[in-house]
């Protein structure tokens, strides 16, 4: 049993080898092509540069195109959007100077209405009103400057001009102690 057990060990180194032998060949292969690849791309790396750059310069180009595109068209309809705020404001500036104006009116009827009420009251009670008291006060007015001239002609007719008339000095008095 110890021979056969030989025999079969002896035969298996064989054929592992035989089996490691593609898979290092294709190992080495792939280090062959990534050499390859790393080679053909320093070569070609000057003109994938250039290309790069081409390329980089024409997506720049197309990028001002649509820039100025959208640009455009967004400059219109901000244009549109700031007319038309301004036009709602200038509405709510009517509508405000409206009201302002409805409520002005409404108060001068309210003020209106409250000096006739208190003007009835008063004259229930007796109590003249602002244009009696005005009347009145423009005749006492008149008669004012009536009886002042009234005084001036009476004063005028009673007394003869006056000539003043000297005082005599009294001596004075010395104080002895």
């Known amino acids: 049993m110890a021979k056969k057990m030989l025999k079969k060990k002896v035969q298996r180194k064989p054929a592992a080898k035989d089996l490691a032998a593609p898979v290092v060949d294709s190992a080495r292969e792939v280090w062959l092509a990534g050499l390859g690849a790393f080679s053909v791309a320093q070569q070609e790396s000057g003109r994938i540069f250039e290309q790069g750059s081409k390329l980089f ?14 640009r455009s068209g967004v400059e219109g309809a901000v244009d549109e959007l700031r007319s038309e705020v301004e036009s709602r404001v200038e509405g709510m500036k009517q509508q405000a100077d409206a009201v302002r ?5 409404n108060w001068d009827k309210l003020e209106k209405i409250f000096e006739d009420r208190v003007a009835r009251a008063l004259a229930r009670m007796g109590i003249p009103g602002k244009d009696e008291v005005n009347g009145l006060a423009e005749k006492v007015q008149k008669l004012t400057k009536q009886v002042a001239e009234l005084d001036k002609a009476s004063a005028a007719k009673k007394a003869p001009p006056k000539k003043p008339v000297a005082k005599k000095a009294t001596p004075k008095k010395t104080s002895s102690k």
């Open 101 to 105: 104006k409805q409520a002005s009116d």
């Open 57 to 70: 310069d024409r997506l720049v180009a197309e990028g001002s195109k649509i820039e100025k595109k959208t």
